[in-house]
T-cell receptor, first 111, second 111 residues
Framework: DARVTQTPRDKVTEMGQEVTMRCQPILGHNTVFWYRQTMMQGLELLAYFRNRAPLDDSGMPKDRFSAEMPDATLATLKIQPSEPRDSAVYFC?????????FGPGTRLTVL | GDSVTQMEGPVTLSEEAFLTINCTYTATGYPSLFWYVQYPGEGLQLLLKATKADDKGSNKGFEATYRKETTSFHLEKGSVQVSDSAVYFCALGYRDDKIIFGKGTRLHILP
């Protein structure tokens, strides 16, 4: 049963610290998405990749967020420096044509 | 641009009641339409989809029909259960590309 995995599941950090979230997409999927979910804003698309190349990162604050796919089995989302307003659940999803499969999310709390 | 509008929640129903969650869309092309469901503490998962006009998607007793003339994709279930309590997202997307999600509708089912 293929699944998207994300680590860590929970992260508590202090303002100003660097945070790295990792995602392992489903093998064979060529699109990978990063979303952020908060009560106030709902589900927001931060960035997505096709065949490891970034296609759209317009939803991401460029000054502190970065997303990469160093290889086909790993996607990373980094926040440096983190701020309290970054507290949210971050989801990774990988896609086959006409469907996205979501990971369980990383719950980030920035104090 | 493309967008999805769904009814605001929360929606509260008694067990065995009939459910309708309204969803309308605006699209520049011919997208596929989706309903995703998010259970507490989990990522989104695909509930059903329809890829062209007049298609009906169905799963777990839920149904939705792709209506091009009314640009709608309303979710229905004849008899809801407590286990259906979740957040439901209507969405549209094009093959192998990003999916545009609605804001979600929280559903509470009372025993």
């Amino acid at each position: 049963d293929a699944r998207v995995t994300q680590t860590p599941r929970d992260k508590v950090t202090e303002m100003g610290q660097e945070v790295t979230m990792r995602c392992q997409p489903i093998l064979g999927h060529n699109t990978v998405f990063w979303y952020r979910q908060t009560m106030m804003q709902g589900l927001e698309l931060l960035a997505y990749f096709r065949n490891r190349a970034p296609l759209d990162d317009s939803g991401m604050p460029k000054d502190r967020f970065s997303a990469e796919m160093p290889d086909a089995t790993l996607a990373t989302l980094k926040i440096q420096p983190s701020e309290p307003r970054d507290s949210a659940v971050y989801f990774c999803a990988s896609g086959s044509p006409n469907e996205q499969f979501f990971g369980p999310g990383t719950r980030l709390t920035v104090l | 641009g493309d967008s999805v509008t769904q009814m605001e929640g929360p929606v509260t129903l008694s067990e065995e009641a009939f459910l309708t969650i309204n969803c309308t869309y605006t699209a520049t092309g011919y997208p596929s339409l989706f309903w995703y469901v998010q259970y507490p503490g989990e990522g989104l998962q695909l509930l059903l989809k329809a890829t062209k006009a007049d298609d009906k998607g169905s799963n777990k007793g839920f149904e939705a029909t792709y209506r091009k003339e009314t640009t709608s994709f309303h979710l229905e279930k004849g008899s809801v259960q407590v286990s259906d309590s979740a957040v439901y997202f209507c969405a549209l997307g094009y093959r192998d590309d990003k999916i545009i999600f609605g804001k979600g509708t929280r559903l509470h089912i009372l025993p």
